[in-house]
């Protein structure tokens, strides 16, 4: 199949991608600038310039499948919420129905129409807008992400080393840390499924829930010693968040600081069905991608 995965030069998008060159897909990139000499070439295909069906249909042409990563932790000039999370992601939708396109798009735990943060809402909105659009469409919803390469993900996996850990007192949500790599290989296999067993959503997450306390706990180095865990009071978490957006500080935002505050497991996850395997442990090497099964390369 030939597939288009837009964002593909991100965090998950890099990952998405070595995981459809594993099973012999020929990959395209879509991206914000055009980059033709890259080992996998990359257009340009901004989503906050694209909102209507008409500004991809050349993009889609020949495309068996696309696949969207495409998402922004903080708004710059054009590149709002609204733009990127809902109207562009809604466009290519109406798209992709209109070619009779398989869709996969990269959404997020947590989501609500109430959450304070633009950030979620528009999250949230930009999954009703696809689904309006493009009813077989499969909207995944990963939780946390570990992984090399990663903003948040590094500064996770740096804060879990001080010797002093700052934590909003209202972080007692639990998380489903997944490794990106795995989230790679199930969109794969999405991409792979034949239609009538490619479900509308799925949710995905490590085999272990925990507060983002024993989360860096899990993630410090082996021997250092205890970390002092200091709880901030709300006002004082809040405010910290809001400079970090306004100065594009560090992945800790307002939006995440409610996310932390909320249960980030899903509610049925899918991960194992997927993957043929458990999911890794936090901070454990994922294991080898099994063997694509021979019904789903005939399948496409």
């Not at 997450?205 to 009071?233: K, S, V, W």
């Not at 458990?278 to 901070?283: D, E, I, S, V």
Request: charge should be positive.
């Amino acid at each position: 199949m030939r597939v288009l995965v837009l964002g593909g030069r991100g965090f998950i998008g890099r990952h998405v991608v070595a995981a459809l060159r594993a099973r012999d897909h020929r990959v395209e990139i879509g991206g914000r600038r055009a980059d033709a000499a890259a080992p996998v070439p990359v257009q340009a295909l901004a989503m906050h310039r694209r909102l209507q069906p008409a500004d991809w249909r050349a993009a889609l042409a020949d495309m068996d499948a696309v696949v969207n990563c495409v998402g922004i932790l903080r708004e710059r000039w054009a590149q709002t919420y609204d733009r990127v999370h809902c109207q562009g992601p809604a466009a290519l939708a109406a798209a992709c129905a209109a070619r009779g396109l398989r869709l996969v798009h990269v959404s997020a735990l947590g989501l609500s129409a109430d959450a304070r943060s633009r950030f979620i809402r528009s999250k949230w909105a930009g999954e009703r807008a696809i689904r309006a659009a493009h009813a077989h469409a499969t909207i995944v919803r990963p939780s946390l992400l570990d992984g090399e390469g990663g903003f948040g993900a590094r500064w996770i996996r740096r804060v879990a080393q001080w010797p002093v850990q700052p934590l909003p007192g209202a972080a007692r949500g639990q998380i489903a840390a997944l490794h990106v790599s795995e989230l790679g290989e199930v969109i794969a296999a999405l991409v792979d499924a034949p239609a009538a067993d490619c479900p509308r959503e799925v949710e995905l997450g490590g085999p272990e829930a925990m507060p983002m306390g024993d989360l860096l706990l899990r993630l410090r180095a082996p021997g250092r010693a205890a970390p002092l865990q200091i709880a901030l009071p709300g006002w004082l978490a809040r405010m910290g968040s809001h400079v970090c957006d306004l100065l594009h500080f560090s992945p800790f935002s307002f939006g995440h600081l409610e996310l932390m505050g909320r249960a980030n497991v899903p509610a049925v996850n899918a991960a194992e069905r997927w993957l043929g395997r458990a999911p890794a442990a936090l901070g454990a090497a994922p294991a080898m991608p099994m063997t694509v099964r021979p019904e789903l390369k005939a399948a496409r």
